[in-house]
C-alpha cells in the first residue's frame, strides 16, 4: 500500500513564520515546507532584521515582540500570497519604513481591502502604483488597535493577518467581517494563536483578539492537505489503487483534508484514521454537484479527474478560485477543452460532462502550481500529457513530478 510523504503544509508554516517572529523567545518550526513560497518568507523576515536559523528539518526564529530589528527593508515577496499579505502586516507593529514588492503575478493579485483596513487602524500604507496593489510602503510606528470592518470576501488571508495582528496592539483587535471565503483557514490561523498563548473570543461575525503578545514555542507543522488531494485523486481514479496519508487524520488543522469526502461522495473508499488517511479506488467514479466555497484549493483537482466520472460534475461557489496565481476556474476550462471535454462555465461555477478525445495533451500551466498538480492527476489516465512549465510546482512542492513519477509505478500505470 502506497504510504505517501507529503510535504509540510504551505498555510501552516507561513502561518507559523509570522508567529514566531511575533513571539517573545525562540521557536523551532520542526518539518516546514520548503518551498519557493515559504524560502520567501523566512528570506522576508531575514530583511526585516530577524534571525532564521535553518537546517533540513527545523527552522528557528528568533522571536521580536516590539517588530523589525530594522529601521529601514526593502522586501521581495516573490510570488507568495501569504508573504505579500503577511509580511507587510507584520511590520506595521513596529516602527521604521518598509517596502515591499512582488513578482508580475502577484502584483495583480489583489490587496486592497487589508490595505483599507490597516489603514482604518492608522497605518500609514501606501500603493505606489496600482491602488490596492504591490508595491507599496509601510511607515510604521505601531499599531493602537481597536475596531475594524473587514471584507475577506476574496480571501480569507485578509482576515488571517488582522487576526495574526492583533495581539502585536497596544489595545488588542475588534474584527467585524462582512464576508468571509475559505473560513477553515481562518479555523487554522485560530489552533494555531492558541498553540503560541493568545485565545481569540468570536461572537457570529465579530473576532475578538486580546493584546499581550504570543509566547514562544516548538511547533510541528502537519503535511500540506491541499497537496495531499493530487495523490489521493489519484488512488481515486485507478480501481483498486490505494493512496495512505500519514500524518493527516482525524485531528488535523486544515480543512482541505474535506477534499476525501467529496471522492467519498463519488464513490471511491475513504477511511480518515486518528493520524492517517486512506483513499482506495473501486472502479466507480459518479458525477455529483457540491459547493468547494470552504475547499476551493482543490477545485482544480476535482475538475482535473471528472471527465473520468459516469455523470457530469459542477463545482459551485468558487468565484475566488478566479482571483488565485491565475484564473483557475478559467485555466482549468481552458485545459480541459484541449483534452475534449465538454465544460460550461459561470461566475462561479464550472461543470464537466464525462469524456475526452484531446486535440493536444499540453497543458497550459499558467505559471499556477495546482494547475500542474492537478492535470498530472489526469495523465494518469491520458497518455502523453506534457505541461508548458512543469518547473512552477516548486512554488510548494519541489520535488512533486519525481513523487508523482514514483506514485505511478506504484499504482501500476507504467506497465
Same mark, same amino acid.
Given at each position: +500500500?502506497?504510504?505517501?510523504?507529503?510535504?509540510?503544509?504551505?498555510?501552516?508554516?507561513?502561518?507559523?513564520?509570522?508567529?514566531?517572529?511575533?513571539a517573545?523567545?525562540?521557536?523551532?518550526?520542526?518539518?516546514?515546507?520548503?518551498?519557493?513560497?515559504?524560502?520567501?518568507?523566512?528570506?522576508?523576515?531575514?530583511r526585516?532584521?530577524?534571525?532564521?536559523?535553518?537546517?533540513?528539518?527545523?527552522?528557528?526564529?528568533?522571536?521580536?515582540?516590539?517588530?523589525?530589528?530594522?529601521? &529601514?527593508?526593502?522586501?521581495?515577496?516573490?510570488?507568495?500570497?501569504?508573504?505579500?499579505?503577511?509580511?507587510?502586516?507584520?511590520?506595521?507593529?513596529?516602527?521604521? !519604513?518598509?517596502?515591499?514588492?512582488?513578482?508580475?503575478? +502577484?502584483?495583480?493579485? $489583489?490587496?486592497?481591502?487589508?490595505?483599507?483596513?490597516?489603514?482604518?487602524?492608522?497605518?500609514?500604507?501606501?500603493?505606489?502604483?496600482?491602488?490596492?496593489?504591490?508595491?507599496?510602503?509601510?511607515?510604521?510606528?505601531?499599531? &493602537?488597535?481597536? &475596531?475594524?470592518?473587514?471584507?475577506?470576501?476574496?480571501?480569507?488571508?485578509?482576515?488571517?493577518?488582522?487576526?495574526?495582528?492583533?495581539?502585536?496592539?497596544?489595545?488588542?483587535?475588534?474584527?467585524?467581517?462582512?464576508?468571509?471565503?475559505?473560513?477553515?483557514?481562518? &479555523?487554522?490561523?485560530?489552533? +494555531? +494563536?492558541?498553540?503560541?498563548?493568545?485565545?481569540?473570543?468570536?461572537?457570529?461575525?465579530v473576532?475578538?483578539?486580546?493584546? #499581550? #503578545?504570543?509566547?514562544?514555542?516548538?511547533?510541528?507543522?502537519e503535511?500540506?492537505?491541499?497537496?495531499?488531494?493530487?495523490?489521493?485523486?489519484?488512488?481515486?481514479?485507478?480501481?483498486?489503487?490505494?493512496?495512505?496519508?500519514?500524518?493527516?487524520?482525524?485531528?488535523?488543522?486544515?480543512?482541505?483534508? #474535506?477534499?476525501?469526502?467529496?471522492l467519498?461522495?463519488? #464513490?471511491?473508499?475513504?477511511?480518515?484514521?486518528?493520524?492517517?488517511? !486512506?483513499?482506495?479506488?473501486?472502479?466507480?467514479?459518479?458525477?455529483?454537484?457540491?459547493?468547494?466555497?470552504?475547499?476551493?484549493? !482543490?477545485?482544480? !483537482?476535482?475538475?482535473?479527474?471528472?471527465?473520468?466520472?459516469?455523470?457530469?460534475?459542477?463545482?459551485?461557489?468558487?468565484?475566488?478560485?478566479?482571483?488565485?496565481?491565475?484564473?483557475?476556474?478559467?485555466?482549468?476550462?481552458?485545459n480541459?477543452?484541449?483534452?475534449?471535454?465538454?465544460?460550461?462555465?459561470?461566475?462561479?461555477?464550472?461543470?464537466?460532462?464525462?469524456?475526452?478525445? $484531446?486535440?493536444?495533451?499540453?497543458?497550459?500551466?499558467?505559471?499556477?502550481?495546482?494547475?500542474?498538480?492537478?492535470?498530472?492527476?489526469?495523465?494518469?489516465?491520458?497518455?502523453?500529457?506534457?505541461f508548458?512549465d512543469?518547473?512552477?510546482?516548486?512554488?510548494?512542492?519541489?520535488?512533486f513530478?519525481?513523487?508523482?513519477?514514483?506514485?505511478?509505478?506504484?499504482?501500476?500505470?507504467?506497465?
Amino acid at each position: +500500500m502506497p504510504s505517501i510523504d507529503i510535504p509540510g503544509s504551505k498555510s501552516i508554516t507561513a502561518r507559523a513564520l509570522f508567529l514566531a517572529a511575533a513571539a517573545d523567545g525562540v521557536t523551532t518550526l520542526v518539518r516546514p515546507l520548503r518551498s519557493d513560497d515559504t524560502e520567501g518568507f523566512a528570506e522576508g523576515l531575514v530583511r526585516l532584521g530577524y534571525r532564521v536559523g535553518r537546517t533540513p528539518d527545523t527552522w528557528q526564529v528568533d522571536g521580536r515582540p516590539q517588530g523589525p530589528a530594522v529601521a &529601514e527593508a526593502d522586501v521581495y515577496c516573490r510570488d507568495g500570497a501569504t508573504t505579500a499579505r503577511f509580511l507587510p502586516t507584520l511590520a506595521a507593529a513596529g516602527h521604521g !519604513t518598509y517596502r515591499f514588492d512582488a513578482s508580475e503575478q +502577484m502584483r495583480g493579485r $489583489p490587496l486592497l481591502p487589508l490595505s483599507r483596513a490597516l489603514r482604518d487602524l492608522g497605518v500609514d500604507l501606501r500603493h505606489e502604483q496600482a491602488e490596492g496593489h504591490h508595491p507599496l510602503t509601510v511607515r510604521a510606528a505601531g499599531v &493602537e488597535g481597536g &475596531e475594524v470592518v473587514l471584507d475577506a470576501g476574496q480571501s480569507s488571508q485578509y482576515l488571517t493577518a488582522l487576526l495574526l495582528l492583533g495581539p502585536l496592539t497596544r489595545k488588542g483587535l475588534r474584527i467585524r467581517v462582512t464576508d468571509l471565503v475559505s473560513a477553515p483557514y481562518v &479555523e487554522i490561523t485560530l489552533a +494555531m +494563536m492558541r498553540a503560541f498563548g493568545v485565545e481569540v473570543e468570536r461572537e457570529g461575525d465579530v473576532f475578538a483578539v486580546p493584546p #499581550g #503578545g504570543y509566547r514562544a514555542t516548538t511547533y510541528a507543522i502537519e503535511p500540506d492537505a491541499s497537496t495531499a488531494s493530487y495523490f489521493f485523486a489519484a488512488a481515486a481514479v485507478t480501481p483498486g489503487g490505494e493512496v495512505t496519508v500519514p500524518g493527516l487524520g482525524r485531528g488535523a488543522l486544515q480543512g482541505d483534508l #474535506g477534499f476525501v469526502d467529496v471522492l467519498r461522495r463519488m #464513490g471511491a473508499d475513504v477511511t480518515v484514521g486518528q493520524d492517517a488517511t !486512506t483513499v482506495r479506488g473501486t472502479g466507480e467514479l459518479r458525477g455529483l454537484t457540491v459547493n468547494m466555497r470552504d475547499i476551493s484549493d !482543490t477545485m482544480p !483537482t476535482l475538475a482535473a479527474i471528472a471527465p473520468f466520472a459516469s455523470g457530469p460534475v459542477r463545482i459551485e461557489d468558487v468565484a475566488n478560485t478566479r482571483v488565485k496565481e491565475c484564473d483557475r476556474l478559467e485555466a482549468c476550462a481552458e485545459n480541459l477543452r484541449r483534452l475534449g471535454a465538454d465544460v460550461t462555465t459561470g461566475p462561479d461555477w464550472i461543470e464537466i460532462r464525462p469524456g475526452l478525445a $484531446p486535440h493536444t495533451t499540453e497543458i497550459k500551466s499558467y505559471a499556477d502550481h495546482r494547475v500542474v498538480m492537478s492535470f498530472a492527476v489526469t495523465g494518469l489516465r491520458v497518455p502523453g500529457i506534457s505541461f508548458d512549465d512543469p518547473g512552477c510546482v516548486r512554488k510548494t512542492f519541489p520535488g512533486f513530478h519525481e513523487a508523482f513519477a514514483g506514485l505511478r509505478g506504484l499504482l501500476g500505470h507504467d506497465r
